[in-house]
Nanobody, 120 residues
Framework: QLQASGGGLVQAGASLRLSCAASGRTFSNYVMGWFRQAPGKEREFVAAISWSGGNTYNVDSVKGRFTISRDHAKNTVYLQMNSLKPEDTAVYYC???????????????WGQGTQVTVSS
């Protein structure tokens, strides 16, 4: 029901835009979030956006570089990632939650993940 895409291999300093398209149901009333998981590490919260799109939340390590947004008409959430760093390398997952939360346990629906690799 959530399909993440847009990952790839880029050099440090480059940009990528991830997309998370919903199908089968609408997530307009859900908080949408992005998480990432690097090899050997736990899944980490990256960003979230309220159902209205009026409030966004980011982990400190991506503030000023990543921007989350949503398009209700397209039932899609985006993560614009600028000034990418090698430490941003991870599999990125989108997810939907009924509440604003930065913990994965609060998210009920998950996409399959898209790989982002940033070379130095």
């Amino acid at each position: 029901q959530l399909q993440a895409s847009g990952g790839g291999l880029v050099q440090a300093g480059a940009s990528l835009r991830l997309s998370c398209a919903a199908s089968g149901r609408t997530f307009s009333n859900y908080v949408m979030g992005w998480f990432r998981q690097a090899p050997g590490k736990e899944r980490e919260f990256v960003a979230a956006i309220s159902w209205s799109g009026g409030n966004t939340y980011n982990v400190d390590s991506v503030k000023g570089r990543f921007t989350i947004s949503r398009d209700h008409a397209k039932n899609t959430v985006y993560l614009q990632m600028n000034s990418l760093k090698p430490e941003d390398t991870a599999v990125y997952y989108c997810a939907a939650s009924p509440i604003v939360a930065g913990v994965s346990g609060s998210y009920d629906y998950w996409g399959q993940g898209t790989q982002v690799t940033v070379s130095s």
